[in-house]
């Protein structure tokens, strides 16, 4: 009996969903800021395969699937990117100190 290849592969990112929920909830809040960075850079790598995957293939059909995945690859990357630079910053200036106005 052979498993079916589709079958493997969405168990193993069902199990990843499940491992990376527990992972991430298990993080104290002291180290978030660090987990977004390590996040932030994981996602400019993807970006960079995606760019790669959206360019393959043939300059006259640019809507073959490789290209429309890339794009959205891209889109999605970037929101992550973004997005963690925004909570990083967040969380950064909540442990800052607020300064006193002198008047």
Do not use: C
């Not at 999605?76 to 990083?88: D, H």
């Amino acid at each position: 009996m052979e498993i079916d290849p589709f079958i493997f592969r969405l168990s193993i990112f069902i199990l990843s969903i499940f491992i990376g929920y527990y992972v991430v909830w298990s993080v104290t809040p002291s180290l978030h800021t660090p987990l977004m960075s390590v996040t932030n850079a994981i996602s400019s790598v993807i970006i960079v395969g995606a760019i790669i995957a959206a360019l393959a293939g043939e300059a006259g059909n640019i809507f073959d699937t490789p290209n429309i995945f890339g794009f959205l690859a891209i889109v999605l990357a970037a929101i992550n990117i973004f997005g963690g630079f925004l909570v990083t910053q967040r969380m950064l200036a909540m442990y800052k100190k607020k300064k006193k106005d002198k008047k």
